[in-house]
């Protein structure tokens, strides 16, 4: 332990970074750093290879979790430390992302210390898990931005500015798997290359560096985005020279023309729908024994528009007919329709009870009581229910089936079945 100390703090380098040193005694990291020199200039195209040296996760709920995708936020900055570009690219695991930097990195600084061309600086490049799909912007009309890069084969999207289209409340990016990246140094005669630096940042950067990303793209009129991909050019029409008709005096008997009538085909466009699926949920501690109301909270994450879901749970504290929750009343807030309530038998002391509930606005992030009145309210046992929030639901007729009923104690519960109709959305 003593030798490998000794040997992290001789290999520690200042670098060119503010309040930042770096140790090359890991090869993978979540935070690296490395310079570039002479882009976009006529010396030729150097570039940074990323990778990520891990596996998926075969079992996995999701895509991106079964292909072990991570977002790999790049930030370029001039040589002042100025940041001039940013982007999110997701990489799978045992990936490799291989950008040119003159075409890619530093195509479009926003700085006036560039003059428009930005030729040396650096890069730093930040790991984050990958979890929110291209719905975060689509469920609400939204266009994906130009900073955001996205992998529509497993659903998943990189925002480097942390927003996801208004879902910042999630907070500062998230850590996730190491990478290993490599880059490229256009010298005078000839081109180098070296691994890039393990190089963690005290404050982190996972909150500023997506701040400062916001700044620049909200303001640089198509500037400061760097690309996961280099934009395929439009082919260009090739001008034909057209023979001109030479003009042959001729007589001609006229015809008088019959109007012939002629079917027009209107075409109609097809909405994208966004597909149904839940989107985040929140539940409040359970209450205290004799608590007469329950309060629960709106997901931050729900939208205007979305459906929202609630369940409310009731155990009082007997059994049998001295105490069945049945016999509570249970006051529903403002706004919310009941789905279902369901006792454990008429006698129980269990019952659930189901909402629905169309977002408006006010509501993401607000609380909704229910109360309970009855004579087994002093008895109350434990209340306890959670809000979720799903989109792409047909909020004009959410509800198409519904079914509840008991089951006897056991470690294996029997859900009873509904029937539902498939419905195409058109």
Known sequence: MVLMMARIRAAITKL?????????????????????????????????NITAPLEGNATAATAALNNGETCTMIYVFDTTQA????????????????????????????????SGILRDGSIRILSTTASVPPAAWLRDGSAIPPEVGCDTANNVCCDPTGAYNGLARLGVLTPGSE?????????????????????????????????????????????????????????????????????????????????????????TVTPTAVPPGPLTSASND??????????????????VGDFIFATVVLQTGGSGVGNPAGGLTVSTPSGWNLILKTTAGVASNIQMDTYWKVAAAGDPGSTYTWSFSGGATDSIALASGGISDYVGVNTAS?????????????????????TTTQKTVS
Do not use: K
């Open 16 to 48: 060119a970074w503010s309040g930042m040193a770096a140790a090359e005694s890991e090869e993978a990291g979540v935070e690296l750093q490395n310079y570039f020199s002479n882009a976009n200039t006529t010396g030729g195209h150097a570039f940074v």
């Open 286 to 303: 359970n209450t205290t024994a004799g608590a007469a109301e329950l309060p629960l909270d709106v997901p931050n994450l729900s939208r």
């Open 83 to 114: 940041m001039q570009e940013c982007c999110g690219c997701p990489l799978t695991a045992d990936g490799l992302l291989s950008l040119d930097i003159t075409l890619q990195l530093a195509p479009a600084p926003v700085g006036s210390s560039t």
């Open 398 to 418: 959410p509800i198409e089936n519904s079914s509840g009923g008991q089951n006897a104690s056991s470690l294996s519960i029997v859900a009873p079945s509904v």
């Open 179 to 267: 990478l290993v990246a490599w880059g490229q140094h256009i010298q005078t005669t000839q081109t180098t290359e070296d691994e890039f630096q393990v190089a963690p940042a005290e404050p982190s950067d996972y909150a500023g560096l997506p701040e400062a990303c916001a700044g620049i793209v909200a303001g640089a009129s198509g500037g400061g985005v760097c690309l996961c991909a280099i934009p395929t050019p439009t082919p260009t029409a090739t001008p034909t020279a057209t023979a001109t008709p030479t003009a042959t005096a001729t007589a001609t008997a006229t015809a008088t023309a019959t109007a012939t009538a002629t079917a027009t085909a209107t075409a």
